[in-house]
């Protein structure tokens, strides 16, 4: 029976974690600070940590890095309801293998905790085969479909394009594709109306949101509609190659 580790201060929220988790079969700890949480992970063996971000004793980023620190290779999944596009990447960078927002909703947090505790012993070999994954970038701009080409082929990922929404759906629906980096802003079908059909051909899709200025409404409705993460150009390479690793390696497990 995998074992659960929950960290948040707020007890109602650990309950109706704890709670859900129980009756999917897991068994589940929780604890409100992240002293406690430390100290768990210190005695004991967890196959999965949930954290939260914001918690008065200390932020969830520092205690994520002291988790790492102590040499754990359990995935850690931030479930906060507070999560801008920088947390993200502080957390991702920190050693986190998810993170999602609060309004994600708890059956969706379950689904996933399935889908990250298959794809375990992967996340941390790291022995996904690039090759067989299909990574579609859709983006009006050439030269950052040129950029994103070459760095995820350095990668060892096979690399599709489309220089549009129309074009994107074209090549979800012929070909297999495990994750898209999709512009929000593009003539004709936009990014959001784009997310909305590719996830129609394929709810699993893996996509993720690019976007030059942070819109902050628009990244929430594509959140809503099902996008996996986001990202801001000009690219952070190192948080770029985490969010899609992370994406690929878990679709690997499912």
Known sequence: ????????????????????????????????TPSQALDAVEHNSFDLVVLDIVMREESGIATLKKMRESGKTMPIVIFSGYITIELEEEARLAGANEVLRKDFGIFQLVERIGRI??????????????????????????????????????????????????RALELAASDNISAVLLDIQMPGMDGIATLKRLLEIDPKLGV????????????????????????????????LELVVMSKLIIAEGS
Not at 24 to 29: D, I
Not at 219 to 227: C, F, I, P, Q, Y
Not at 229 to 239: E, G, H, N, Q, T
């Open 117 to 166: 505790l298959k794809a375990k012993e992967q996340i941390f070999e790291r022995s996904l085969r690039w090759k067989e994954k299909g990574v579609l970038i859709v983006d009006d701009d050439g030269g950052i479909r040129k950029l994103l080409r070459g760095f995820l082929e350095m990668k060892g990922c096979r690399v599709l394009e489309a220089e549009s929404g129309e």
């Open 208 to 239: 993720v949101m690019v976007t030059a200025v942070l819109d902050d409404e628009r990244v929430e409705a594509a959140m809503k509609l099902g996008a996996y993460s986001y990202i801001l150009k000009p690219f952070d390479f190192l948080y």
């Open 1 to 32: 029976m995998p074992r659960i580790l929950v960290v948040d201060d707020e007890s109602n929220i650990r309950e109706l974690i704890r709670k859900t988790l129980n009756m999917e079969g897991y068994e589940v700890t929780t604890v409100p």
